[in-house]
């Protein structure tokens, strides 16, 4: 029988890797099988292990329920691990009481809630689709948001940019943004940087994370990102708008096509200025955040291989099928990526 075991938090980014596989030939109990995974990954032997006894603070959860050493593994099945982050492990009080409504989605429940506190997202672009993303996640309790964003605020950014404000005219985007985020949700630990995606950061800024989302406005940014995160198997969530329309792309690296199977170079006549209401970019920033959420936390399916377009002016939304190009030259088939 095949187990697959996912990664979140420290683990991953001491894995280098979202999952791994291990083949089993007979029934085991968690305890077993987190030795055998110690074994087969001894940089992560010290974060699962104290000595020979399985961590008290390792969280593991098979769907939206979590195991206990002592459960029998007979199936095939997926098991999601991660270590606690700052603020230790499960739920307080208080954050039971603030997330109870969300708690009651089914598949996701106390431990959908957990997952999405032990992880971290990206976000390039903090403006109209970005800005919206960040204050949903934040709102909705992810553990850690890195949000990177140059410049000042400018007048006309402020029909759209829900993190900005009048009072901030002038003031550095992101610092409006980082108190705005602490405002609406201070359990979120907030890292705000205060520069624009570009080919010298990008892995950087994306390897800071669990998951991307790209928000940003450039081709040469968004296609960055899409490099960087396929390279560090990283799911990248790319968020785009025009006038009164929206489309959405999931990818998740060398399972489903990336964004440069979509577009292989920048559009030579895109412009960087072109008309957006707010509450359209609100919503594209609003679905990219619930297709983060369900990312995050394994509920209900994911993006992946379509593409979600809408248009708001006659409110009709479809999905495209997407398919990987063999010879793309980020994600192609022969598994290398130019950076």
Not at 105 to 111: K, M
Not at 235 to 244: E, G, Q, R
Not at 288 to 301: F, N, R, S, W
């Amino acid at each position: 029988m095949k187990i697959t075991f996912s990664y979140l938090a420290q683990l991953r980014l001491m894995a280098g890797r979202v999952s791994d596989d291990l083949e089993l030939t007979e029934p085991c109990t968690l305890a077993g099988l987190l030795q055998s995974l110690a074994n087969l990954r001894p940089e992560l032997r010290s974060l699962i292990f104290d000595g020979e006894t399985p961590r008290r603070s390792l969280l593991v959860f098979r769907d939206d329920q979590r195991l206990s050493m002592a459960d029998v593994i007979s199936t095939d099945t997926d098991i999601t691990l991660m270590t606690p982050i700052a603020g230790g492990s499960g739920l307080s009080d208080e954050e039971r009481a603030i997330y109870e409504w969300q708690m009651w989605t089914p598949g996701f429940g106390e431990a959908g809630q957990e997952k999405l506190k032990a992880s971290t997202v990206f976000i390039s672009r903090i403006g109209g689709v970005g800005g919206a993303a960040a204050q949903y996640l934040a709102m909705a309790g992810v553990g850690r948001l890195v949000v990177a964003h140059g410049g000042d605020v400018r007048p006309d950014d402020l029909n759209r940019q829900g993190l900005m404000t009048h009072a901030g005219l002038g003031r550095p985007r992101i610092e409006m943004a980082l108190m705005t985020l602490r405002a609406l949700n201070p359990r979120v630990e907030v890292i705000a940087l205060g520069e624009n995606v570009s080919e010298a950061n990008a892995q950087k800024l994306v390897g800071m994370s669990d998951l991307v989302i790209s928000a940003a406005p450039l081709f040469a940014e968004r296609l960055a990102m899409n490099r960087a995160a396929v390279r560090l198997n990283k799911p990248l969530i790319d968020c785009a708008m025009y006038d009164l329309t929206g489309q959405i792309i999931t990818v998740l690296p060398r399972r489903s096509a990336c964004l440069a199977c979509l577009y292989a170079e920048a559009p030579p006549a895109w412009q960087r200025r072109f008309p957006v209401f707010g509450a359209v970019s609100g919503t594209v920033g609003c679905l990219g955040a619930v297709e983060a959420i369900k990312l995050l936390t394994g509920l209900g399916e994911s993006l992946a291989g379509k593409l979600f377009l809408g248009d708001l002016r006659n409110m009709t939304f479809r999905q495209v099928a997407i398919n990987r190009v063999a010879d793309c030259t980020v994600c192609g088939r022969h598994d290398t990526v130019e950076c």
